[in-house]
């Protein structure tokens, strides 16, 4: 079982509804969406169908409209965070709750800071019972708030208030100084925004137990006031005055770090609650402040130095439960990982140490591995977190690591290289990391994925790289895919002709050298693939003189039967193509596969595939414009050379149907043309029953092979045969615990 687990049930059923809101709902005159009918939803579940909205993408002016209904969709946590929502349909659909909780962060659409505080303290209720609010990223223009009845309307109107996000934002110092009045003030979190006086926090000295600060950039305070600031927050247990040590210069952050130097070395002056502090990315501070600071701390359960030179310090190995930090070990950077998952430049500071930790890493790390993929999702525009995060990737899923993890988690990961190899295509090195990590069998075999656009971007990466390594890897893994995909992708696929020249071009250098490597039979593989039962592939195989080089390699590999075997599949897969049967027919080609079938030298399964093109092209008299008498020799040498065949054990082929069988099993064919078809049904039943036995039924063949063995005129080689099939299925159906082996369409 997934170690991740299932989805819930509500989980599911959540999914179906946003996928079908249309049909669920009707239009408002104003175009907003109101639910036909709406049960009273359990307070719980209609918070959680907001948030998957959210997630999803579906969340909108149009679809909040739902929420309209505040009487049978009860919301008291709320998160519209990263959607497009305008200040009017913010207004209507979620001002009307007696809200807890909400998250507007990072919302388009037009939605300030003001107009969120206008809009709750419009609510009486939520006045009293807003207790979080988080506006990272909102513009907090306050000069367009306005009066309402008389009373200012401000943070200062939500009385309530316990914890305030402002990260990123225009904070200013007068808006500080109306947070800070709050009288249940908890946790304030001003990180990166543009406050330049921390003078107000004085006024929730008793109250405030977190204070978040980091990126401070247009802070203006000297080290000592600063200091009096933080050692009067008395009730204060979490403080972070981290930096970004990417950002400016060593001058900018001085007094900053002075006063974090002051702070640790005094440490018992002040603050005598804090069991928490951040000061990652501060990059001038000793070992001896923070040794005197540890050493006073007892009761001390967080210290953030990550990028800070300071995590390896000695006295931090003594403090047991301690949990920090920093580079010093995998467990440090893993707690990085967790805590600055919105950081861009501390995540990419713990991806490139936990790069180098494991780079020789042989244990299997699931919980490593989730926090680099959601260090990709919270970041999914940066070259620089996707460029260490992929090779993170490829270390942590290398050889066999990637089997001891969650199918789901592996499912995510996938997913995520995707998302880096589409969102950076002239990113070299980070569609190298990528493409390394996607090729592994279990991967590409087990792993469920988009495998349609993973062959679209590998193809694409190839047509631009010619490095043989990396050629070798890409056209392996397009190889694999292509054998992964369903027919309608398969087709949709071929239509795009520059797949096909690529992989054509790939066969053509390497004939040009002569060489016989694994580059060279991945690619005949995957052409042999894409163009199986998919005309349209076949037919731009044609158009891109796709032919005329086969016919070249067949004859410089003569001696080669894995590159014969491969060639000789695809000139298969036209041959079924009534319409191009006529590209094949050049006397000179089929004379040479002739000779194939007829070389008891050769491996059968050469011979078995050129049987298979003759048998095709035979098996139509009407459409035969060669000379009759080849014509006749072929019918003849298919059953003179297919009743000496001995039996395969190994497998050699697959089929994703028997349809390319239905005109060979007629009664009014030669019996070469049958036996062939009928050795061929019997070989991979013989192989696989279980996989077969109902593909004969479902698609009608077994009726045909019936059909055979009744009619007088069926030679007695093809009725043998079939006879043999007729009783491997109904063995099967006897007894189908007899074989469970799963064979997937395609061609090896």
Known sequence: MDGEGPQTLCDLCLAQVCCRLDALCRKRADGSMSLIWAPLFPQELADQLLQKMATQGTLNDTTVGIFRNSKKLRLRRASIRCCKVSAEAFRLALCPHRLLELDASWVSGGLTGPDVISGLASNPECRASLQKLALDGLNLNWGSLEEDGGVSVGFGSLQGLRTIQLVNTDLTDDILEDICSLPLLETLDISRSTVSKLNALLQCKRTIRSLIAHRLHRLDMSPVRLLSIFTQLHALRHLDFSDDHLAGDDNERR????????????????????????????????????????????????????????????????????????????????????????????????????????????????????????????????????????????????????????????????????????????????????????????????????????????????????????????????????????????????????????????????????????????????????????????????????????????????????????????????????????????????????????????????????????????????????????????????????????????????????????PLLQTCQPSGVQLWAVWAIHLVCSQNASHYSGMLDKEGLAELLKALDAHPDTHSDVKRVSQHIMLMVQEHQGHPEVTNVKTEPGKS
């Open 255 to 662: 007094d900053a770090d002075e006063s974090v130097r002051q702070l640790l070395e005094g440490s018992h002056q002040g603050l005598p609650s804090l069991v928490s502090l951040d000061i990652s990315g501060r990059k001038t501070i000793g070992d001896s402040a923070l040794r005197a600071f540890v050493e006073s701390r007892s009761e001390l359960v967080f210290l953030g130095l990550l990028a800070t030179g300071l995590s390896s310090c000695p006295v931090l190995s003594s403090q047991k439960n301690l949990k920090v930090t920093g580079e010093a070990n995998e467990n440090q950077l893993c707690e990085a990982l967790r805590r600055y998952r919105e950081r861009e430049c501390f995540v990419r500071e713990a991806l490139v140490h936990l790069y180098g930790l494991t780079t020789d890493t042989d244990k299997p790390q699931p919980d490593t591995l989730k926090l680099v993929v959601e260090a990709m999702l919270s970041h999914p525009e940066s070259p620089h977190v996707h460029l260490v995060a992929t090779a993170c990737v490829f270390n942590l899923t290398t050889q066999d690591l990637a089997e001891a993890m969650p199918v789901s988690l592996m499912s995510r990961t996938v997913t995520q290289l995707l998302h880096a190899m589409r969102t950076f295509p002239n990113h070299q090195q980070v569609q190298k990391n990528c493409l390394m990590a996607l090729c592994s069998d279990y991967i590409l075999q087990d792993v469920p994925f988009d495998k349609y656009l993973a062959a679209m971007l590998v193809i694409k990466w190839l047509s631009d790289h010619e490095e043989p390594a990396l050629q070798r890897m890409a056209v392996a893994v397009i190889s694999i895919l292509v054998a992964k995909l369903s027919k309608e992708e398969t087709a949709q696929l071929s239509k795009d002709v520059s797949f096909m020249k690529q992989l054509l071009a790939v066969v053509q250098q390497k004939a040009m050298l002569g060489v016989i490597d694994s580059t060279l039979k991945f690619a005949l593989s995957a052409l042999w693939n894409l163009t199986d039962e998919t005309p349209t592939a076949a037919r731009n195989f044609i158009v891109c003189q796709g032919l005329e080089l086969y016919e070249e390699v067949l004859e410089s590999y003569y001696g080669e039967p894995s590159i014969q075997q491969k060639i000789l599949g695809l000139l298969n897969n036209i041959a079924e193509v009534e319409e191009l049967q006529s590209d094949l027919m050049d006397e000179e080609l089929l004379e040479h596969i002739l000779g194939l079938l007829q070389d008891s030298q050769l491996e059968v399964g050469v011979r078995y595939f050129a049987g298979g093109i003759l048998a095709q092209l035979a098996s139509r008299a009407e459409a035969w414009t060669l000379d009759h008498e080849l014509r006749s020799t072929i019918l003849e040498q298919l059953h003179e050379s297919i009743v000496a065949w001995p039996h395969l054990e190994q497998e050699m082929v697959s089929y994703r149907s028997f349809r390319p069988f239905y």
